[in-house]
């Protein structure tokens, strides 16, 4: 071989060595879900399902806008569920349920599908965003998990933003509160301390926007995958409706309500905890993938509709794969989501008979 043969092999195995050094580009996609519960068309009022596709369109163009600048998918996840924690329509943050005791007690995890770090809150009940502490439990501590007072110190440490409990107080919910614990012959707590003065008992019974059990099983979640083929996931909750003795759900613990890992897939739930507890639910679907090479809408499917089913356990998840796919699956009458994939529209689901 003459010289300039040599040269040019040598120039195509350098040229082809630099592009295998450059990383790969990904198109980014996000997927959100606003709780899952009994929400059906019927009982849904056309007020309430326009300001819900409003909300998910909103939060989802919040995550969208970070991944389109080329940001990360854990600061996706956050920007996304921070716009959906302020937002009073949803059971986080703001619009959070009431436990027993007329408290608000918040719930939150993050977790980074890179590194398989993770970070998670409970019970906390100053901090206005439950997953920015989160994301600082796993970037600025050494632990995973922190709970209840503990949990409100650290905050304050971290430099989050902290509120006055009331802050999370709506008429809607409170109202919820005390008609769960009529209904089960227990005591009714003082209103908070700081919550507006109660409406006039004509509008003691605010007009319903949504069936009255769609937030059964609310939570917030997002899932994400960036240009640089990152994924994450987070979930915030208000827990449930008078909750009492300090219960936790899913939300927080990682492996059952939130799980992300580059080697599978992101998910986030939404569900009756204790089930999505016992099944591990997120890190299952995650290992269906990862073990068994099952394709992301079949490892969901596979979990909501035969293990969880069959354990009698309701609710729902999104998840997103390295390839960019995207995935819900739910077994209630509706679960209001949304998703969307670089150089595509929003797509926003409510229902069951929606694709």
């Known amino acids: 071989m003459n010289r300039i043969g040599a040269m040019a092999i040598g120039g195509l195995m350098i040229a082809a060595a630099t592009r295998a050094q450059q990383p790969v580009a990904h198109r980014w996609a996000i997927v959100l879900h606003g709780g899952a519960g009994v929400i059906e068309r019927a009982t849904m009022s056309a007020e309430g399902e326009k300001a819900y596709r409003a909300s998910m369109a909103k939060a989802t163009e919040a995550g969208a806008q970070v991944l389109d600048k080329g940001g990360s998918s854990l600061d996706a996840v956050e920007a996304a569920i921070r716009t959906l924690e302020d937002d009073p329509l949803f059971n986080a943050g703001r619009g959070a349920d009431f436990a027993a005791d007329g408290r608000n007690e918040l719930d939150a995890a993050i977790m ?49 933003e902290q509120v006055d409990p ?20 227990m005591p009714l707590p003082l209103r908070p301390a700081g919550a507006p003065p109660p409406p006039p008992t004509s509008q003691i019974e605010p007009v319903q926007i949504e069936p009255a059990d769609a937030h059964k099983y609310g939570t917030v979640g997002v899932v994400a995958l960036d240009r640089a083929g990152n994924l994450a996931a987070g979930t915030s909750t208000g827990g449930t409706n008078a ?113």
């Open 166 to 185: 009331s802050y999370f107080f709506t008429e809607r919910r409170w109202q919820a509160l005390i008609k769960e614990l009529k209904k089960e012959g």
């Open 243 to 355: 909750k009492r003795w300090g219960r936790v759900g899913d939300s927080p613990i990682i492996g059952a309500g939130t799980y992300a890992s580059n080697q599978s897939c992101a998910v986030s739930a939404t569900g009756t905890g204790e089930y999505f507890i016992r099944l591990t639910v997120a890190r299952t679907v995650c290992a269906l993938v990862e073990y068994k090479g099952m394709k992301l809408q079949e490892a969901a499917d596979q979990i909501i509709h035969k293990e969880l089913t069959g354990m009698h356990g309701d609710g729902g998840v999104i998840a997103i794969a390295p390839n960019g796919e995207m995935a819900w699956s739910f077994n209630t009458p509706g679960m209001y989501r949304a998703r969307q994939a670089e150089g595509g529209k929003v797509e926003i689901g409510i229902y069951n008979d929606e694709p």
């Open 112 to 160: 980074d599908g890179s590194s398989m770090k993770a970070g998670a809150v409970g019970d906390v009940t100053r901090t206005r965003h439950p997953i920015s502490l989160a994301r600082a439990v796993m970037e600025k501590s050494p632990h995973v998990f922190l709970v209840g007072q503990g949990a409100d110190e650290f905050s304050a440490y971290a430099g989050l």
